[in-house]
């Protein structure tokens, strides 16, 4: 069976930092590229990174650039957050997401279950 | 705000036709990006319902359809049934931010 599985969340105080990881079976993520999406509580979803399959392109959503670092070890077959500098807007569901192509345009036909991550005092 | 725009809410009665409407701009969906639909049922995570504006996944019925033309996409399901009530989602991706975009969301409610 196909299937990505986060962990890695948790309630953590502002300023702290958070790594998340998203492992993959049932295929080999080489060949894809990987988000990672959010959803803050009641509210829609958000782009947060990307990365293409040999980490050539990697994108950040603007809210996040220079405090969030994707990555991938296509060895273990796994995807990385690694989240510093948390503010309280941070708070949400992550979704780790695999894209159709190994480039972010062809569709997100994989999805976790998520990770909660809590950002407060 | 999010740079896809889309109502927040629709409804419709069962067995009705409703559409979702998503709309971008020239940066996205109007320099020829393609389209991609999503279903979240209440707790759940997303689920790809129409990929590249109008293709649907294996699985997906057909009353699902998706088109684009312009600067707008929208997604039509037809024949709705008390199982389709969920919040929908469309994406794109943005040249101008260098990454995937997504609507604000639809939540469809069946009278």
């Not at chain 1, 702290?16 to 590229?33: N, P």
């Not at chain 1, 990987?34 to 979803?45: I, Y």
């Not at chain 1, 780790?96 to 569709?107: E, M, V």
Request: contains cysteine; neutral net charge; proline residues 4%.
């Amino acid at each position: 069976e196909v299937q990505l599985v986060e962990s890695g969340g948790g309630l953590v105080k502002p300023g702290g930092s958070l790594r998340l990881s998203c492992e993959a079976s049932g295929f080999t993520i080489s060949g894809f590229s990987l988000n990672w999406v959010r959803q803050a509580p009641g509210k829609g979803l958000e782009w947060v990174s990307s990365i293409t399959g040999g980490s050539n392109y990697i994108h950040y959503a603007d809210s996040v650039k220079g405090r969030f670092t994707i990555s991938r070890d296509n060895s273990k077959n796994s995807l990385y957050l690694q989240m510093n500098s948390l503010r309280a807007e941070d708070t949400a569901v992550y979704y780790c997401a695999r894209d159709q192509g190994s480039n972010p345009l062809n569709g997100m036909d994989v999805w976790g279950q998520g990770t909660t991550v809590t950002v407060s005092s | 705000q999010s740079v896809l725009t889309q109502p927040p809410s629709v409804s419709g009665a069962p067995g009705q036709r409703v559409t979702i409407s998503c709309t971008g701009a020239s940066s996205n969906i109007g320099a020829g990006y393609d389209v991609h639909w999503y279903q979240q049922l209440p707790g759940t995570a997303p689920k790809l319902l129409i990929y590249v504006n109008s293709n649907r996944p294996s699985g997906v019925p057909d009353r699902f359809s998706g088109s684009k033309s312009g600067t707008s996409a929208s997604l039509a399901i037809t024949g709705l049934q008390a199982e389709d009530e969920a919040a929908y989602y469309c994406q794109s991706y943005d040249s101008s931010l260098s990454g995937s975009v997504f609507g604000g969301g639809t939540k469809l409610t069946v009278l």
